[in-house]
Every structure is written in structure tokens, then in C-alpha cells.
T-cell receptor, first 113, second 112 residues
Framework: RKEVEQDPGPFNVPEGATVAFNCTYS??????FFWYRQDCRKEPKLLMSVYSSGNEDGRFTAQLNRASQYISLLIRDSKLSDSATYLC??????????????FGAGTQVVVTP | DAGVTQSPTHLIKTRGQQVTLRCSPI?????VSWYQQVLGQGPQFIFQYYEKEERGRGNFPDRFSARQFPNYSSELNVNALLLGDSALYLC???????????FGEGSRLTVL
């Protein structure tokens, strides 16, 4: 079983619509969580960290459910520029350890006019 | 400010050869991590270095090695290249243990 699993998509989303997708992680000791965005043939860039209480950054909302071990990302009012692959990232280290960042394979989002 | 820089950007090698990839972190960042990204997959963790010490190693064979220099730059070496080593090799720097990684544009390795 992969440590971080994501629905690969693609999620085809009309411009202006809302899209949401999840990722699941297997290591219950995971301490920190992130969403990264990767454009085609570019490097990943941090979109947002994910906090236990959930957090919002503009049109993007991230949620963490530790009990069920999943993280979600919701994009409201989708823009054409939101088309990208969204990588779910989990730090699998336990408290006090360096751990390592585990990336999911990514969820592709395609926003259409 | 300069971001993470990697060299070379593209290279082609043949099976059995050796390759060295280089990375310069963002100024002030003491942690450098290396990732391998195969087409269609997410980046896979190879190594993390902090203050010149190895802090983490992923599930890669001993053909992969790395080091970090006093100026915090880093090299990734891969010996006895296999076709399956063809990938985008990403270097990322950060301030420390966790948190935001800043990636370079990567070195795209093709093994023939």
C-alpha cells in the first residue's frame, strides 16, 4: 500500500465551478501535511499547509481528518489558471524526528472555459 | 533573490555510466533534499541533508549517494546507471526540519 494515495483524475471542471478531492495517508504518526501544485513539466510549488483545524487561503480550503487519515482540498470559483496537478504531501516522521516528505502521485485538475 | 538552482538541466547518459547532479539552495537555507520524479508519479524522496549531515534516506539502492558542502550546496551521484533511473531529479531547500520546500527546476536525466 502506498503511503499517500490520491485519485489521479483528471477532474474536468467548468470555469467558476467548485472542485474537491482527497488524499489518504497510511502512517498515523504523520505530523505535517501540505498541498503542492505542479504545472506540466515544472517543479512543485507549495500551495498551502494543512492545519488540524482546517484552513483557507483565498479560494482554496484544506481540511485534515486525523481519525480517518485523509486530507482534502477544495477549490472554489475555479479559474483556468488552476489547471495543474495537485500533490498531497505528508511528513511521515514522528514527533522529534526528521521524517521525510511523502508525495502522492497527484490529482490532475483541468479547468475548462 | 535567487531560488534553488540545479545543473545540468538536461543530460543523456548510457547504461553503466555515472552522473553527478548539482544543487545550490536558497541563501540561508541549510537543508537540502533530493527527489526523483518519474513521469506520471509524484516525487520520491532520496536524501535529506542538514548542516552537512545526512538526516534521511529513502528506499533507493546504494548506487545513489549524496553530500552537502560547507556552503550548503549539494551533489547527488548515481553510479552504474540503469534505464529505470531516467527521471526528473529535483533538489529542494528549506530552513530546517519540516515546512515549505522550495524546489529547483530539476535535472532531467535520460539513460539510453
Amino acid at each position: 500500500r502506498k503511503e499517500v494515495e490520491q485519485d489521479p483524475g483528471p477532474f474536468n471542471v467548468p470555469e467558476g465551478a467548485t472542485v474537491a478531492f482527497n488524499c489518504t495517508y497510511s502512517n498515523s504518526a504523520s505530523q505535517s501535511f501540505f498541498w503542492y501544485r505542479q504545472d506540466c513539466r515544472k517543479e512543485p510549488k507549495l500551495l498551502m499547509s494543512v492545519y488540524s483545524s482546517g484552513n483557507e487561503d483565498g479560494r482554496f480550503t484544506a481540511q485534515l481528518n486525523r481519525a480517518s487519515q485523509y486530507i482534502s482540498l477544495l477549490i472554489r470559483d475555479s479559474k483556468l489558471s488552476d489547471s495543474a496537478t495537485y500533490l498531497c504531501v505528508v511528513n511521515t516522521g514522528g514527533q522529534g524526528s526528521w521524517g521525510k516528505l511523502q508525495f502522492g502521485a497527484g490529482t490532475q485538475v483541468v479547468v475548462t472555459p | 533573490d535567487a531560488g534553488v538552482t540545479q545543473s545540468p538541466t538536461h543530460l543523456i547518459k548510457t547504461r553503466g555510466q555515472q552522473v553527478t547532479l548539482r544543487c545550490s539552495p536558497i541563501s540561508g537555507h541549510k537543508s537540502v533534499s533530493w527527489y526523483q520524479q518519474v513521469l506520471g508519479q509524484g516525487p520520491q524522496f532520496i536524501f535529506q541533508y542538514y548542516e552537512k549531515e545526512e538526516r534521511g534516506r529513502g528506499n533507493f539502492p546504494d548506487r545513489f549517494s549524496a553530500r552537502q558542502f560547507p556552503n550548503y550546496s549539494s551533489e547527488l551521484n548515481v553510479n552504474a546507471l540503469l534505464l529505470g533511473d531516467s527521471a526528473l531529479y529535483l533538489c529542494a531547500s528549506s530552513l530546517g526540519r519540516t515546512g515549505e520546500l522550495f524546489f529547483g527546476e530539476g535535472s532531467r536525466l535520460t539513460v539510453l
